[in-house]
């Protein structure tokens, strides 16, 4: 019994983190999706700026707004948010949370 609760606990609070990184990604603008994509694939601010035909310092600009609306204080913050959505891409949640066939 011990262990299902554990294992509902564990379920229940990846599904919030799932749906909060789905919640502030939500909140990106196009252009903002866009540099965050790049930002994954581990892209430098000059590299994404070529890419995209503007300034590095545009790049700055919309990757300080990303930082903001994503709640992340750090460039390296951003990289664990990147890499946590990287992982939910690869290996999405087999969470059975809410799965009425469970009931």
Request: hydrophobic share 45%; aromatic share 8%.
């Amino acid at each position: 019994m011990r262990e299902t609760i554990e294992k509902d606990t564990r379920a229940r609070v990846q599904y919030t983190e799932v749906h909060e990184v789905q919640w502030r990604l939500a909140l990106l603008t196009p252009r903002g999706h866009e540099i965050f994509r790049y930002f994954i694939i581990g892209l430098l601010n000059k590299q994404i700026a070529y890419a995209l035909g503007i300034s590095e310092k545009a790049v700055k600009v919309h990757r300080g707004r990303i930082m903001g609306k994503l709640r992340v204080d750090s460039v390296a913050e951003l990289g664990r948010l990147a890499d946590f959505f990287i992982n939910l891409l690869i290996c999405p949640p087999q969470s059975t949370l809410f799965n009425a066939s469970n009931r």
